[in-house]
């Protein structure tokens, strides 16, 4: 059974369908690359996944039961987490707040035991600088040692999407949505970037689904490849099918170029 099933979803705003009877599945342990043209419906996907929209049709299950309907921090609580394209750190927070921040919400200390700090309030915060720092330290120097209090403002780009993957893996997730993770990084970058994600599942267990534009970092990851164009799957399978696949080549380049060759 798919961790995470897409069964005939669509969503339309106002006349426009942008996610059109789609059909997806993500395997538990299994990296899925989404890839596809601007405006093609992906980021929207992860929203839709997410709980931030609501599909017109169509089912989504996750560990087999549907969360449509559900709001995104009840999704977030059973077990699915995401980054954003454009980051959303917290900027004039420290990068351990940043990641204790994603852990509250799986708190049981209420307004009063945080206003009188009793000792259940301080095990509990305890505990949660204890996961920040495990999380931190899945990525090395770049986000431990002195770096841990410092405002994330002061934080290269390249720290600022991993900062904001480890605060999406402090929830605990299952599965990871990882929405452009190399966008706006140099080669070097890039490659580094690839090599985490491959960490992200071996050691760190997670099924992951990514959005990515760069082909050098979605044939050094993934298991399969979905591509989509205005909300329709026009091909699925590995990197080199789907790389080669006429209508994925027709929707990056156009129609007329493949009408010259």
Same mark, same amino acid.
């Given at each position: 059974?798919?961790?995470? /099933? *897409?069964?005939?979803?669509? @969503? =339309? &705003?106002? %006349? ?113 600088? /204890? *996961?920040?720092?495990?999380? @931190? =330290? &899945?990525? %090395? ?121």
């Amino acid at each position: 059974m798919a961790l995470l /099933e *897409l069964s005939d979803v669509s @969503l =339309s &705003f106002g %006349g426009l369908k942008v996610v059109d009877a789609l059909e997806l599945h993500v395997k538990e342990g299994e990296i899925v690359s989404v890839i596809g043209p601007n405006g093609a419906g992906k980021t929207t996907l992860f929203n839709l996944i997410t709980g931030i929209y609501r599909p017109h049709t169509g089912d989504i299950r996750f560990d087999g039961q549907s969360i449509v309907g559900l709001e995104p921090h009840q999704i977030c609580c059973r077990g699915i987490s995401r980054t954003f394209q454009t980051l959303r750190l917290f900027l004039n927070m420290s990068v351990k707040e940043n990641v204790m921040a994603a852990c509250y919400g799986h708190t049981k200390a209420g307004i009063v035991r945080s206003m009188l700090r009793t000792p259940g309030m301080r095990r509990e915060e305890h505990e949660i600088e /204890e *996961l920040a720092r495990k999380r @931190l =330290s &899945f990525f %090395g120097q770049r986000l431990m040692g002195y770096r841990w209090d410092q405002p994330a403002y002061s934080l290269s780009y390249a720290n600022r999407r991993r900062l904001e993957i480890a605060r999406a893996t402090a929830t605990n997730p299952r599965l990871l949505l990882l929405d452009e993770p190399a966008a706006g990084m140099n080669p070097a970058e890039t490659h580094e970037i690839t090599e985490l994600i491959g960490q992200l599942r071996k050691e760190g267990g997670y099924t992951i689904l990514v959005i990515e534009h760069d082909m050098h970092v979605v044939e050094g990851i993934s298991d399969r490849v979905v591509a989509l164009d205005h909300g329709v799957k026009i091909a699925e399978g590995s990197f080199e099918q789907v790389a080669t696949n006429a209508k994925v080549v027709e929707a990056y380049l156009g129609l007329n170029t493949m009408s010259s060759k």
